[in-house]
């Protein structure tokens, strides 16, 4: 994966730097407005905790393996995984 800068102009795309090494690939463009830009855009970003827990219940597998089958496990316990 490389990341690259580019500019769009009137329906086209200018890379300012070339590709090293690739013949042909698939690419994700992120647009930042010429106008609106400062120079900290990460500052838009904000980091976000979550847990095992929490991204388990987001995909929504939670449901389907919430059973009295594998509740109350110390699944830790079970794999023997040292606690870091």
Not at 27 to 55: H, P, R
Request: hydrophobic share 45%.
């Amino acid at each position: 994966m490389q990341a690259v800068k580019a500019i769009y102009k009137e329906g086209h795309v200018q890379l300012l730097t070339p590709l090293v090494d690739v013949v042909e690939a698939e690419l994700f463009v992120i647009v930042l407005d010429k106008n609106d830009q400062t120079n900290g855009v990460a500052q838009s970003f904000f980091a976000a905790t979550s847990t095992a827990e929490q991204d388990f219940k987001t995909i929504g597998l939670t449901s389907f393996f919430d059973t009295d089958d594998d509740n109350n496990v110390d699944w830790e316990d079970l794999f023997d995984v040292k606690t870091r």
